[in-house]
Nanobody
Framework: QVQLVESGGGLVQAGGSLRLSCAAS????????MGWFRQAPGKEREFVAR????????FYADSVKGRFAISRDNAKNTVYLQMNSLKPEDTAVYYC?????????????????WGQGTQVTVSS
């Protein structure tokens, strides 16, 4: 069982940066691949980034590639999402999730545990 708590969301102007954190409970955090997803009002939850349990495999959605960076610190049971050059279309609730798949997945259905989400709002 893993419990996930996101933090770091907020209101930022276009072009600004935010760093999201996702703190996990449990001693088995390092055995899970982690993902970040986001959901804007009226839209489906979409994949943003994922990182394998070791941190050696990372993938991004095309829409955030070159602007966002996912990382993890297994000693701190935490995964991060550094978001730079933010755009109004990045506005959404951001969720972290844990998957038992070694490298994670782009599909939300492959994730076993979810956080409650943190709101990111980018003003133009």
């Amino acid at each position: 069982q893993v419990q996930l708590v996101e933090s770091g969301g907020g209101l930022v102007q276009a072009g600004g940066s935010l760093r999201l954190s996702c703190a996990a409970s449990g001693r088995t955090f390092s055995s899970y691949a982690m993902g970040w997803f986001r959901q804007a009002p009226g839209k489906e939850r979409e994949f943003v980034a994922r990182i394998s349990w070791s941190g050696g495999t990372i993938f991004y959605a095309d829409s955030v590639k070159g602007r966002f960076a996912i990382s993890r610190d297994n000693a701190k049971n935490t995964v991060y999402l550094q978001m730079n050059s933010l755009k109004p279309e990045d506005t959404a609730v951001y969720y972290c999730a844990a998957s038992t798949l070694n490298d994670g997945s782009r599909s939300r259905y492959d994730y076993n545990y979810w956080g409650q989400g943190t709101q990111v709002t980018v003003s133009s």
